[in-house]
């Protein structure tokens, strides 16, 4: 069982990577795509520019999910500095619940939000529906939410891996 769920774990970050990649690349390309058209051709695509934006909400949530994944999101840390270093534990568990908790509120919302957009009909370029790209929020928020629900669990019962210390 312990076999499965870490092939599991591996296949859903290898699928994390492939995303972000294949994002980041058709970005690329398009970017490229659309500068060759209007400096050689004198013509433009519509529908780039609306699909590059949805892609950067893809890029940044994907991305936000793979610093979850290695528990290396933006930080405030001024409460560590403050506090003996014995707390420390405690801190990083109450942070791990706080953020789990934000992402939870934040994908609910989300789902509501994406819901709208089905509801409306509305769509972000051609006839593609703008809440194919935009449910990308609930699902990144998620993804985030159950990383630190684990992570605050692996502190309550002291096994929590070490954060990373922040490169000077």
Sequence with gaps: MAALLHRLHRTLHQIEDGLIVAVL???????????????????SLVWIEPLLQNAVLWIGLLG???????????????????LP???????????????????VLVAWYSVGFVIEEYEYAGTAFS????????SIIPVGFSVMAVRYVVLFVLGLLGKRPKMQEPVP
């Design 25 to 43: 690349l058709f970005m690329v390309l398009l970017a490229v795509a659309q500068i060759v058209l209007r400096n050689f051709f004198g013509t």
């Design 64 to 82: 936000a999910m793979i610093a979850s994944r290695n528990d290396e999101h933006i930080r405030i840390d001024v409460a560590s500095s403050l």
């Design 85 to 103: 270093e014995k707390y420390h534990p405690f801190l990083t568990t109450v942070v791990d619940l706080f953020t789990a908790f934000i992402c």
């Design 127 to 134: 006839k593609v529906p703008s809440w194919v790209l935009q």
